[in-house]
């Protein structure tokens, strides 16, 4: 193997019941750690989680080049663990990394540092509806306030057992005053400072009652581009419409996902343009809107109230819901019940 993990000490912690926990504040017992330098990967390995030793002029913590992806592994039917679909997460963490100017995770690197981690921590991966919420993420680590692309990163693997991200469903507002992002931006990166620039209109939102804002578009303020942490998808007169990878949203892999089960399903897939008017269209001429984030944190959060300037409309959250056929459809697969017939399942 090109890079060798080495694996340190274990340690005592031991599995501990996470499922009343908020996502993502458990971490597991091992992380995987590598340090880029002199143009290369070295010092693979995987150790005792533990707090990192950085230097306060690490350009990460000044100019923001920090890149992350969100993965998950299953316990199967079958018993075996399985992550999920880890090729397309490889390729869009090299995206990213490639927008931020940070160098790129050889395949092999990324593949073997996850398996060998999820590999290690098998015990934290929760059985029954939990999964194991995997962390890949890299940061820019050269000490230097001077304004330049680092010569020196971390990548990073860290794990946490995962149960459901909401726990209700969803009042969003569509947002048309705060933008996420614009034609040319970061938007389709999974940059850290994509959530950070967020947090402050999310908290506006949620002061007003809301639990995430539907982003529009930066020049209209009238397109929908995602909601929150997920991207945004909508069913509406027997169509799955999303919109399209413009270059200002995140390629999700649950929305790539769910786009292929229901192609797989028979139903009819848009993915373009969706502007709040054809919202209120729907919504005032009585048709059936159902609305709902995709995500791997949340991967099927169903939107219940959609609030579009003074106005609150009520979406179809019943159980016979598309969403709910496309969720089941997606576990089913993921837990080996049925057909893995897109080679999604990554089986340790
Ligand atoms: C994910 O769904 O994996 C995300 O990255 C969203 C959030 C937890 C940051």
Redesign the pocket.
């Known amino acids: 193997m090109e890079h060798t993990i080495l694996i340190t000490s274990q340690t005592e912690r031991v599995v501990t019941d996470t499922k009343t926990l908020p996502f993502g504040k458990v971490p597991t017992e091992h992380m995987f750690i590598a340090e880029y330098s002199d143009g290369k990967w070295q010092n693979a390995r995987i150790t005792p989680f533990q707090d990192l030793v950085l230097s306060p002029l690490s350009l990460c913590l000044h100019y923001g080049q920090t890149v992350f992806e ?1 993965m998950k592994a299953f316990v199967m039917d079958n018993g075996k663990i399985s992550i999920f679909r880890m090729d397309k997460h490889h390729e869009r963490f090299l995206k990213s990394l490639e927008r931020m100017c940070m160098p790129s995770v050889p395949k092999k690197l990324f593949t073997e540092a996850i398996r060998q981690l999820v590999e290690l921590d098998a015990d934290w991966v929760p059985r029954g509806d939990g999964s194991l919420y995997i962390r890949p993420f890299m940061i820019a680590t050269e000490p230097r306030i001077g304004v330049k692309i680092s010569d020196e990163y971390l990548f990073m693997v860290v794990c946490s057992p995962a149960f459901q991200y909401y726990t209700n469903p969803l009042k969003v507002k569509i947002e048309t005053t705060y933008v996420r992002s614009a034609n040319g931006g970061t938007g389709t990166a ?1 940059c850290g400072g994509n ?1 950070g620039g967020a947090f402050y209109p999310t908290q506006l939102a949620k002061e007003a009652g809301y639990d995430q804002v539907l982003w529009t578009d930066a020049v209209h303020h009238e397109f929908i581009e995602e909601s929150g ?2 991207n945004a998808m909508f069913y509406i007169n027997n169509t799955l419409i999303t919109p399209e990878l413009s270059g200002t949203i995140l390629d999700g892999v649950t929305r790539d996902s769910l786009i292929a089960i229901a192609h797989d399903l028979g139903v009819t897939v848009e993915t373009r343009q969706m502007s709040y008017n054809e919202l209120i269209n729907a919504f005032e001429n009585g048709v059936r809107v159902e609305a709902f984030g995709a ?4 991967v099927v959060a169903p939107i219940e109230i959609i609030a579009i300037g003074h106005k609150e409309y009520k979406c179809y959250i019943e159980p016979d819901a598309m969403m709910f056929k496309l969720q089941k459809a997606l576990l089913d697969i993921r837990k080996g019940v049925a057909e893995d017939k897109h080679h999604w399942n990554f089986t340790l």
């Open positions: 969100g999974k959530y942490t997920m995500g791997t944190a949340a």
